[in-house]
């Protein structure tokens, strides 16, 4: 074994250092001091490191500091490790459990006989915060079976016993444990070098949670919190939170009476409506746009017999979330609502013969949908059991996958910046578990790389998460207020074609099969408007808004003239609406800017003798008095769907 190691730096700079070397020694002989004192952690190609472990091995060295989100995960493990700590110092008896970070931040369970109250949690967070001052060091350690088990059971932690336990039945050789000031937890780490790294810890609630989710096990007290590098980010994200909860869909939805759901109709929206103008927009501005470059628009049968999901593979893999239907005839529950567009599709086109010159053909349905969620997981319009997609898949020859997928991206580039919406692509390759040969993926990858690269659009690749039919590219979208949602997606798809032996006749009259291409821009309309309405907090741009307009008049002198008014902006396509009640103006007012309108219109007698209206945008703003011609013309322009 030689002593010398070759370690690559992520720009591909090969470095030679002495076998046993630690990562932080390497970093600050190799790299540079600025990044050795930023320096959280490392990953030796796959492997997490703390900055203490030695270099045992050569390969690719990536360095994370408090820049990268890694980073930001790690001191939210590293803040959980310190919150159990003082708790069990506070609170003495109270065993641990587990404490992952999660999204945004982490949580720890412990086995308490009383819930912490609100004065604990201001407890924990000063203790926990005095803890980071201390700026203890992470230490790490491994164990054996014996030497784990008798150490946590002498400290008479009944629940890490059986956890560990549980962790040699797996076959681990041995236990790591991290310890920081007296205090000792077992995981696999890694951990930041002291908890000084951390940055500020804000304690955010409790609540009650079985040990291992199983409501026989006795009952866990979960404290969740979140750590930041410092106190000013952990304030803009208390605030983002909070704009998030002023944002939620759910509140706005019932407040501008988008949409309402009842208990006999679980998991399926109620379009009031004002939320079916909004609906409506959407899916005819989708159906223009798809229609305009060169798809075609089927509806296809909601309700199949089983031939049609065994065909598909569903029945066998997808019935528990299919609702089943009785056949009229055989009495049998031979028949399902489906669940997706793409069998019905396949079918249609395995109807029909089709040669080269017809492809690619591109089907699109926005047909309703149906899956059987459990209606615990019901919440909002983001989990549904009924809703509909922007649904299309293109039937079309291997040499034609590039400019199709060219195609798509340029459609969902215009979509997502008329919305505002920043986004960005991830490309799953192969997973082990798949069909077709290794040529065949070879091709399809590069298909969809090349045409991804051709956009120049930034992307991740996600190695192994493709699907097992095929290679796909999803689309993430950034809102108004920073969060990502997953939208589009495009997917190649080998199997299909096969189940349905689907074919076109080729230039050299022989049969081929053609590729599947499954993709969608809005994704459900459902999760789609409910993004939406938070994105814009309901304030939605004038080509969206289900009202784009109100009249309101000074006093019944002037209702005519608010008719007149209302009239000429309808008859120009406008979604206009009239408050000719004998309410005071600044009460008509102050309901307009709850219904977010973006117009709001004000007639007296000045306006009614020059033909003019007095425009207020929503928010306040005074637009000055446009006679009505000119107002008219303006909200045509902008009521125009923008792609
Ligand atoms: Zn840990
Ligand atoms: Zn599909």
Same mark, same amino acid.
């Given at each position: 074994?030689?002593?010398?190691?070759?370690?690559?730096?992520?720009?591909?700079?090969?470095?030679?250092?002495?076998?046993?070397?630690?990562?932080?020694?390497?970093?600050?002989?190799?790299?540079?001091?600025?990044?050795?004192?930023?320096?959280?952690?490392?990953?030796?190609?796959?492997?997490?490191?703390d900055?203490?472990?030695?270099?045992?091995?050569?390969?690719?060295?990536k360095v994370?500091?408090?820049?990268?989100?890694e980073?930001?995960?790690?001191?939210r493990?590293?803040?959980?490790?310190?919150?159990?700590?003082?708790?069990?110092?506070?609170?003495l008896?109270?065993?641990?459990?587990?404490g992952?970070?999660?999204?945004?931040?982490?949580?720890?369970?412990?086995?308490?006989?009383?819930?912490?109250?609100?004065d604990?949690?201001?407890?924990?967070?000063?203790?926990?915060?005095?803890?980071?001052k +201390?700026?203890?060091?992470?230490?790490?350690?491994?164990?054996?079976?014996?030497?784990a088990?008798?150490?946590?059971?002498?400290k008479? @932690?009944?629940?890490?016993?059986?956890i560990v @336990?549980?962790?040699?039945?797996?076959?681990?050789?041995t236990?790591?444990?991290?310890?920081?000031?007296?205090?000792?937890d077992?995981?696999?780490?890694?951990?930041?070098?002291?908890?000084?790294?951390?940055?500020?810890i804000?304690?955010?609630?409790s609540?009650?949670a079985?040990?291992?989710?199983?409501?026989?096990?006795?009952?866990?007290?979960?404290?969740?919190g979140?750590?930041f590098?410092?106190?000013?980010?952990?304030?803009?994200?208390?605030?983002?939170l909070?704009?998030?909860?002023k944002?939620?869909h759910?509140?706005?939805?019932?407040?501008? !009476?988008?949409?309402?759901f009842?208990p006999?109709a679980?998991?399926? &929206?109620f379009w009031?409506?004002?939320?079916?103008?909004?609906?409506?927009?959407?899916?005819?501005?989708?159906?223009?746009?798809?229609l305009?470059?060169?798809?075609?628009?089927?509806?296809?049968?909601l309700?199949?017999?089983?031939g049609?999901? @065994?065909? =598909?593979?569903?029945?066998?893999?997808?019935?528990?979330?299919?609702?089943?239907?009785?056949?009229?005839?055989?009495?049998?529950?031979?028949? =399902?609502?489906?669940?997706?567009n793409?069998?019905?599709?396949?079918?249609?086109?395995?109807?029909?013969?089709?040669?080269?010159?017809?492809?690619?053909?591109?089907?699109?349905?926005?047909?309703?949908?149906?899956?059987?969620?459990?209606?615990?997981?019901?919440?909002?319009l983001?989990?549904?059991?009924?809703?509909?997609?922007?649904?299309?898949?293109i039937?079309?020859a291997?040499?034609?996958?590039?400019?199709e997928?060219k195609?798509?991206?340029g459609l969902?580039?215009?979509?997502?910046?008329?919305?505002?919406?920043?986004?960005?692509?991830?490309? =799953?390759?192969?997973?082990n578990?798949?069909?077709?040969?290794?040529?065949?993926w070879?091709?399809?990858?590069?298909?969809?790389?090349?045409?991804?690269e051709?956009? !120049?659009?930034?992307?991740?690749?996600?190695?192994? @998460?493709?699907?097992?039919?095929?290679?796909?590219i999803?689309?993430?979208?950034g809102?108004s207020?920073?969060r990502?949602?997953?939208?589009?997606?495009?997917?190649?798809?080998?199997?299909?074609?096969?189940?349905?032996?689907?074919?076109?006749?080729?230039?050299?009259?022989?049969?081929?099969?053609?590729?599947?291409?499954?993709?969608?821009?809005?994704?459900?309309?459902? +999760?789609?408007?409910?993004?939406?309405v938070?994105?814009? &907090?309901?304030?939605?741009?004038?080509?969206?808004a289900?009202?784009?307009?109100t009249?309101?008049?000074?006093?019944?002198?002037?209702?005519?003239?608010? +008719?007149?008014?209302?009239?000429?902006?309808?008859?120009?396509?406008?979604?206009?609406?009239?408050?000719e009640?004998?309410?005071?103006?600044?009460?008509k007012?102050?309901? &307009?800017e709850?219904?977010?309108?973006?117009?709001?219109?004000?007639?007296?007698?000045?306006?009614?003798?020059?033909?003019?209206?007095?425009?207020?945008?929503?928010?306040?703003?005074?637009? !000055?008095?446009?006679?009505?011609e000119?107002?008219?013309?303006?909200?045509?322009?902008?009521?125009?769907?923008?792609?």
């Amino acid at each position: 074994m030689s002593d010398e190691l070759t370690i690559t730096l992520p720009d591909g700079t090969p470095k030679k250092v002495a076998r046993g070397t630690s990562v932080a020694d390497f970093i600050r002989m190799q790299i540079g001091t600025g990044l050795a004192k930023a320096a959280l952690y490392a990953k030796l190609d796959d492997e997490e490191l703390d900055l203490t472990r030695p270099l045992e091995r050569g390969g690719a060295l990536k360095v994370f500091t408090n820049k990268s989100p890694e980073g930001l995960d790690l001191i939210r493990h590293d803040a959980a490790h310190v919150v159990a700590s003082v708790v069990q110092r506070l609170f003495l008896g109270t065993q641990v459990t587990i404490g992952p970070s999660i999204e945004d931040g982490f949580y720890y369970d412990f086995y308490k006989e009383t819930p912490f109250t609100p004065d604990d949690l201001a407890r924990i967070e000063t203790a926990a915060n005095e803890e980071i001052k +201390r700026d203890q060091a992470f230490v790490r350690r491994e164990l054996s079976k014996d030497e784990a088990i008798s150490f946590f059971q002498n400290k008479g @932690e009944k629940f890490k016993v059986e956890i560990v @336990e549980d962790i040699f039945a797996k076959g681990a050789r041995t236990l790591t444990v991290y310890r920081h000031g007296d205090w000792t937890d077992f995981c696999l780490g890694p951990h930041a070098p002291s908890t000084g790294r951390i940055g500020f810890i804000k304690i955010l609630s409790s609540s009650g949670a079985h040990w291992r989710g199983d409501p026989r096990n006795p009952m866990l007290q979960r404290v969740y919190g979140t750590a930041f590098f410092s106190k000013a980010e952990l304030e803009a994200h208390l605030a983002r939170l909070e704009e998030a909860k002023k944002r939620d869909h759910r509140k706005l939805g019932k407040d501008l !009476g988008l949409f309402t759901f009842h208990p006999f109709a679980p998991g399926a &929206a109620f379009w009031e409506p004002k939320g079916t103008t909004l609906y409506t927009v959407l899916s005819n501005a989708m159906r223009r746009l798809l229609l305009k470059n060169g798809y075609v628009e089927i509806k296809t049968p909601l309700l199949f017999n089983r031939g049609l999901w @065994e065909k =598909s593979g569903h029945w066998g893999k997808y019935k528990e979330n299919m609702f089943l239907v009785e056949d009229s005839d055989t009495k049998e529950h031979d028949f =399902s609502l489906k669940p997706m567009n793409c069998p019905s599709h396949h079918l249609y086109y395995s109807m029909k013969k089709y040669s080269y010159r017809d492809l690619p053909l591109r089907f699109h349905s926005q047909d309703v949908l149906h899956r059987n969620e459990s209606s615990g997981t019901l919440g909002g319009l983001t989990r549904v059991r009924q809703f509909a997609q922007d649904d299309a898949h293109i039937y079309a020859a291997e040499s034609q996958i590039t400019d199709e997928v060219k195609r798509f991206v340029g459609l969902l580039e215009v979509i997502y910046k008329a919305f505002g919406l920043t986004y960005s692509a991830k490309f =799953s390759t192969r997973p082990n578990a798949r069909l077709g040969d290794d040529a065949q993926w070879d091709r399809s990858e590069a298909a969809l790389k090349t045409a991804l690269e051709a956009t !120049g659009l930034a992307y991740e690749i996600k190695p192994g @998460e493709g699907a097992f039919y095929g290679p796909k590219i999803d689309f993430d979208v950034g809102d108004s207020i920073g969060r990502k949602w997953q939208l589009g997606t495009i997917q190649l798809d080998y199997l299909a074609p096969e189940r349905f032996d689907l074919t076109y006749v080729g230039d050299d009259n022989r049969e081929h099969r053609p590729v599947v291409i499954h993709r969608a821009i809005y994704g459900s309309f459902e +999760r789609f408007i409910a993004i939406l309405v938070e994105h814009y &907090a309901g304030a939605f741009p004038v080509w969206l808004a289900p009202v784009q307009a109100t009249v309101l008049t000074l006093s019944e002198k002037y209702v005519d003239y608010g +008719r007149a008014v209302l009239g000429r902006l309808t008859d120009a396509g406008a979604r206009v609406e009239l408050d000719e009640s004998a309410d005071k103006l600044g009460a008509k007012i102050r309901n &307009a800017e709850i219904m977010k309108i973006p117009y709001l219109l004000v007639v007296g007698e000045k306006e009614a003798s020059a033909q003019t209206v007095a425009v207020r945008g929503h928010g306040g703003k005074d637009l !000055g008095t446009l006679p009505l011609e000119a107002f008219t013309k303006q909200l045509s322009a902008e009521g125009n769907i923008p792609f």
